[in-house]
């Protein structure tokens, strides 16, 4: 599927290289904070229903609505000298669009730049905190659900739903053009995971790859 990369940085402040505001995919994430270490801005991130899945039982699910999240992203970065940064971040995010409940992930994330610079390493690990109503909304299925889709019942209760690694590799080719290659893999854990939409018809094991080819200006 086309994956878009939009980003502007050095936005204001005294320390404007460390700002900005990037959208990735269908997530929003931003510093708004002129700080060499301290991080702080808004995120948005839009999570589809099961209206346009692959497989059909799922996809008879109709509770399950669309969630638009909007919430804030902080963190701070250790300058570890030779273009290593070693982080930490969290992220926080409730449901605007159907009152589906919140999000919170963190874990460390780590940056190098190598060969002459024209090499970007980026990597992080992360695990996802889900309430009660995120849960219910993508992983319980009711009776009536259960009947339509021949699912088993279940009900998702609030807990940690995934541990995720990811990773990006960027090439400069010149000051204008690079190439960015990404992966990710995700671990479904906890009543996600037992979740029949997870256990019975998809995959405890989530695995994403894209590539981007960036232009700066």
């Known amino acids: 599927m086309p994956l878009w990369n939009l980003s502007a940085r050095s936005l204001f402040g005294p320390s404007s290289e460390t700002t900005y505001a990037r ?24 999570v589809n229903d099961y209206d346009d899945v692959s497989d059909n039982r799922v996809e008879d699910l109709n509770q399950v609505d669309r969630s638009f999240l909007i919430g804030a992203v902080g963190g701070y970065d250790l300058n570890l000298g030779g273009g290593q940064v070693l982080g930490a971040e969290v992220q926080a995010a409730a449901d605007v669009l159907h009152g589906n409940g919140y999000l919170i992930t963190f874990g460390p994330k780590y940056t190098a730049q190598f060969g002459d610079k024209k090499w970007s390493l980026s990597a992080g690990l992360n695990t996802t905190y889900a309430s009660d109503d995120y849960m219910s909304n993508y992983f319980s299925i009711n009776s009536g659900e259960a009947s339509k889709s021949g ?15 990811d990773l990006g590799l960027t090439y400069a080719i010149n000051r204008a053009w690079s190439v960015t290659g990404i992966g990710r893999y995700e671990r479904m854990t906890g009543d996600a995971a037992d979740s029949p939409v997870v256990d019975d018809r998809g995959d405890k094991n989530q695995w994403f790859g894209g590539v981007l080819i960036n232009y700066g200006f």
Do not use: C, H
């Not at 959208?23 to 839009?46: C, E, H, Y």
């Not at 088993?152 to 209760?157: F, N, Q, W």
């Open 23 to 46: 959208v990735l995919g269908t997530k929003l994430t931003s510093n708004l904070l002129p700080d060499p270490n301290w991080r702080l801005g808004i995120m948005a991130q839009f």
């Open 151 to 165: 699912l088993d019942e279940y009900s998702a209760d609030a807990g940690f739903k995934d541990v995720a690694a």
